[in-house]
């Protein structure tokens, strides 16, 4: 099978590289200059620095040239952050095979979830779908053990998923319920963002679990409101990818929540992580999109306030805490 993956960031180069081995594989890279350093050096040192390339991932930065490789029965993986998903659509050739996106997220500005923008974009294409679930680029591109759920509305791409990224290091389960995965991707950065801040301000292990339990009621009741399944929440791209992303050192959400904790402003820490954290860019939108669906988001609502510098972490959980009982279903 010929795969492109379109974007040479931590995670579409990571993907590539695990891929390469049993697929004819292309990696495009938007900036020339690293294509041409990852050519030479066969490492992405900006993204992945220390980790070789395998020798059969081919790099471009012709986009013509990676939209070719995969013409016909092949398959298109977008590593775009959720920003760039709506222009990377756009630039599909109109014969373009199965598509798959990377980035996890709501769509700033209009709320929208992945398979939404792509129905906007693409009206009439049904293979389109998302790769999701808890991994972290440098352990996928080290080949260490992950297991990843493909989610589209197309039996046929989700086959083709597995029958591409399934391997002894990564396992692959399929799902038809891509609102649900997208949602769990989405709403875990932004918990993820809260359980640190919660680990900054060295609150202990038993609010840690509190903010994770929460977090997921939270997410599982804007997921079901939006048309996702429960039980889509307590699998790889809600619960498993959630208690990675709030407690896993690699985690750029939770680091943002640590660095909020110890009083540091939102534009330094975001110079200084030099990726992207999603969490930051979609609370915003997250907690938009739940009001918007009459869905209450407390934990949601207090990360959007202290990202905006409209409270402080410390009277965040103290507002969180001090709310009325209630069972725990509500």
């Not at 938007?30 to 220390?50: F, S």
Request: net charge neutral; with cysteine.
């Amino acid at each position: 099978m010929n795969l492109t993956v379109l974007g040479a960031g931590a995670w579409g180069t990571a993907v590539a590289a695990s891929t390469a081995a049993r697929h004819s594989t292309l990696l495009w890279a938007r900036d020339a200059a690293q294509c041409r350093q990852m050519q030479a050096a066969r490492e992405n040192v900006r993204y992945l620095p220390g980790v070789p390339l395998p020798a059969d991932l081919a790099l471009t930065d012709d986009l013509d040239a990676a939209f070719a490789h995969a013409r016909g029965d092949g398959l298109i993986v977008l590593a775009t952050p959720m920003a760039g998903l709506r222009e990377m659509l756009q630039r599909l050739p109109a014969d373009a095979p199965g598509v798959l996106w990377l980035c996890k997220g709501f769509e700033e500005g209009t709320g929208l979830l992945g398979h939404e923008i792509a129905r906007a974009v693409r009206p009439g294409a049904t293979q389109v779908g998302i790769l999701s679930g808890p991994s972290f680029a440098l352990e996928v591109a080290r080949g260490q053990p992950v297991a990843l759920v493909v989610a589209s509305q197309d039996d046929a791409l989700c086959r083709q998923a597995v029958d591409a990224f399934h391997s002894d290091a990564m396992r692959i389960y399929a799902s038809n319920d891509p609102v649900g995965v997208e949602v769990g991707g989405a709403v875990k950065n932004v918990m993820a963002i809260a359980t640190g801040i919660a680990d900054g301000l060295q609150l202990g292990l038993n609010a840690r679990a509190a903010l994770i339990t929460r977090g997921l009621a939270e997410m599982t009741r804007l997921g079901l409101a939006l048309g996702a399944r429960v039980e889509t929440f307590m699998g790889l791209s809600g619960l498993g990818d959630l208690v990675l992303t709030a407690t896993g050192d690699l985690s750029r959400n939770r680091k943002v929540g640590l660095l909020l904790a110890q009083g540091l402003p939102l534009p330094r820490i975001l110079q200084e992580l030099g990726h992207v954290a999603e969490g930051v860019a979609c609370a915003a939108t997250v907690l938009k999109r739940a009001q918007a669906s009459g869905v209450d988001m407390p934990i949601t609502e207090a990360v959007v306030r202290v990202l905006e510098g409209r409270l402080q972490p410390p009277q965040a959980i103290q507002e969180l805490m001090s709310r009325d009982a209630r069972r725990e279903g509500a």
